[in-house]
């Protein structure tokens, strides 16, 4: 059964704080994604990463930064959160047409 | 820039109605459309897919048509469930894997 995992599912951090979001996969897939999903917005593509350390911009990548040195590990990285970072974040994977997403992660900055 | 609009942010409904949820999008490349459906706090999931011209593509009930004419991706449902009830994304891929979202539309069906 093809799955995305994402760590941790909730998280509270305060403004200045570091925050690290894990996204795993285990279908050897080379693309995965990183999206933040805001009321009224959709899904706003972060980065992508074509494989281990081939990574790229996507719509909105400033204040973040990324990180993929294992083909099954994708990090999303926030140096410094703040506030208007509070969002609901997923990490997807895909091969061919179709994109499987994580559970998301919902991180609150205060 | 390519971009999807999807005009009803909110579509409200009876058990057993019809739905039809727009999608309409610009691009300067070869169209491949999807709509992926959101269920309260799970994972959006691939719900349809299609790059062919005027053919209806088919899923769990859902059917959408590409229309290159209109530039349209409208999905429908000839009659809709109580498990229906979810947050439904319109999206167009762009070159190198990327996937340009609609905002959404939520559809509440009522009982």
């Known amino acids: 059964d093809m799955k995305v995992t994402q760590m941790p599912r909730y998280l509270i951090k305060r403004m200045g704080e570091n925050v690290l979001l894990e996204c795993g996969q285990d279908?050897?897939?080379?693309?995965m994604y990183w999206y933040r999903q805001d009321p009224g917005l959709g899904l706003q593509l972060i980065y992508i990463?074509?494989?281990?350390?081939?990574?790229s911009e996507g719509d909105i990548p400033k204040g973040y930064r990324v990180s993929r040195k294992k083909r099954e590990h994708f990090s999303l990285i926030l140096d410094s959160a703040k506030t208007n970072q509070t969002s609901v974040y997923f990490c997807?994977?895909?091969?061919?047409?179709?994109?499987?997403f994580g559970p998301g992660t919902r991180l609150t900055v205060l | 820039g390519d971009s999807v609009t999807q005009t009803e942010g909110l579509v409200t409904l009876t058990k057993g109605l019809p739905v039809m949820l727009n999608c309409t999008y610009q691009?300067?490349?070869?169209?491949?459309l999807f709509w992926y459906v959101q269920h309260l706090n799970e994972a959006p999931k691939l719900l349809l897919k299609?790059?062919?011209?005027?053919k209806r593509t088919e899923h769990q009930g859902f059917y959408a048509t590409l229309h290159k004419s209109s530039s349209s991706f409208h999905l429908q449902k000839s009659s809709v469930q109580l498990s229906d009830s979810a947050l439904y994304f319109c999206?167009?891929?762009?070159?190198?894997?990327?996937?340009?979202f609609g905002t959404g539309t939520s559809l509440l069906v009522d009982p």
């Open positions: 691009t300067t490349y070869s169209p491949f």
């Open positions: 299609s790059s062919t011209d005027n």
């Open positions: 990463s074509y494989d281990v350390d081939s990574n």
């Open positions: 997807a994977s895909s091969e061919g047409d179709e994109q499987y």
């Open positions: 999206a167009l891929r762009n070159m190198g894997y990327k996937l340009t």
């Open positions: 279908m050897s897939h080379e693309t």
